[in-house]
């Protein structure tokens, strides 16, 4: 019998605050849990303060086995009503990104740092990040995407710790544990001032080549 779905299993279940599980309940026919499942286990989690004003529980979506994985700062108030990622007008915005180079959104994984809608959007707490960041890493180690791109300045420091301006983000590809990561603008951002929009145009194109480039 293969133990490692178990053990996975049970580390899923601390971090949703539950410590006591019967082994009884396993089988050897079970198979891992998924990321639709996941997101219920988590739904009702109150690590931090923010699902004081949580409406819905926003864990991502798309495709898991993509190799494209978007992650964004936290959910606006659209998302907090549907409990999906990028619904708002930045939402629609980063689809039409997509689509300019030629990415359909449901070929990705969209995601946020923070699951709850911080009060009024404001940036997330470092403690809030702190608390959160564990479901965003286990989403990345289930996926195992081949690419990522970071929108904002917030996810970026989330994620790569260089507390450093965007500016100085997008010059250069980094790597998360491995995984080539861009970092661009937040669609929000864009939304505010449309002259960087040519900016993120430069951004996209390298990913997009970068993309076309991968064996699927």
Same mark, same amino acid.
């Not at 926003?58 to 990622?85: C, F, H, S």
């Not at 080539?180 to 040519?198: D, E, F, I, Q």
């Given at each position: 019998?293969?133990?490692?779905? @178990?053990?996975?299993?049970?580390?899923?279940?601390?971090?949703?605050?539950?410590?006591?599980? =019967?082994?009884?309940?396993?089988? $050897?026919?079970? #198979?891992?849990?998924? /990321?639709?499942?996941?997101?219920?286990?988590?739904? %009702? +989690?109150?690590? +931090? #303060?923010?699902?004081?004003?949580?409406?819905?529980?926003?864990?991502g979506e798309g495709d898991p086995q993509t190799k494209l994985m978007l992650i964004g700062e936290g959910p606006g108030a659209d998302e %907090?009503?549907?409990?999906?990622? =990028?619904?708002?007008?930045?939402?629609?915005?980063?689809? !039409?990104? /997509?689509? $300019?180079?030629? @990415?359909?959104?449901n070929e990705v994984y969209i995601t946020n740092v923070i699951k709850c809608r911080p009060p009024e959007n404001r940036n997330p707490l470092?403690?809030?990040? !702190?608390? +959160?960041?564990?479901?965003?890493?286990?989403?990345?180690?289930?996926?195992?995407?081949?690419?990522?791109?970071? /929108?904002?300045?917030? $996810?970026?420091?989330?994620?790569?710790?260089?507390?450093?301006?965007?500016?100085?983000?997008?010059?250069?590809? *980094? =790597? &998360?544990?491995?995984?080539?990561?861009?970092?661009? &603008? *937040?669609?929000?951002? /864009?939304?505010?001032?449309?002259?960087?929009?040519?900016? $993120?145009? @430069?951004?996209?194109?390298?990913l997009r080549d970068d993309y076309n480039n991968l064996e699927y």
């Amino acid at each position: 019998m293969d133990i490692k779905p @178990i053990r996975q299993y049970i580390e899923y279940l601390k971090l949703s605050g539950i410590n006591n599980v =019967f082994l009884s309940s396993f089988s $050897a026919k079970k #198979t891992p849990i998924d /990321l639709e499942s996941l997101a219920k286990i988590y739904s %009702n +989690c109150e690590k +931090c #303060t923010l699902y004081k004003g949580r409406i819905k529980f926003v864990y991502g979506e798309g495709d898991p086995q993509t190799k494209l994985m978007l992650i964004g700062e936290g959910p606006g108030a659209d998302e %907090n009503v549907t409990g999906r990622p =990028f619904v708002g007008k930045a939402g629609q915005l980063l689809t !039409k990104m /997509l689509k $300019a180079i030629n @990415i359909k959104r449901n070929e990705v994984y969209i995601t946020n740092v923070i699951k709850c809608r911080p009060p009024e959007n404001r940036n997330p707490l470092p403690m809030e990040i !702190k608390t +959160c960041l564990p479901y965003l890493e286990e989403q990345i180690s289930i996926i195992k995407p081949v690419i990522i791109l970071i /929108l904002g300045r917030v $996810a970026a420091d989330a994620l790569l710790k260089m507390n450093t301006t965007l500016t100085k983000y997008r010059e250069n590809i *980094h =790597f &998360y544990n491995g995984i080539k990561t861009y970092v661009t &603008y *937040h669609p929000s951002a /864009l939304l505010r001032n449309p002259g960087w929009k040519k900016y $993120a145009w @430069i951004d996209l194109q390298k990913l997009r080549d970068d993309y076309n480039n991968l064996e699927y």
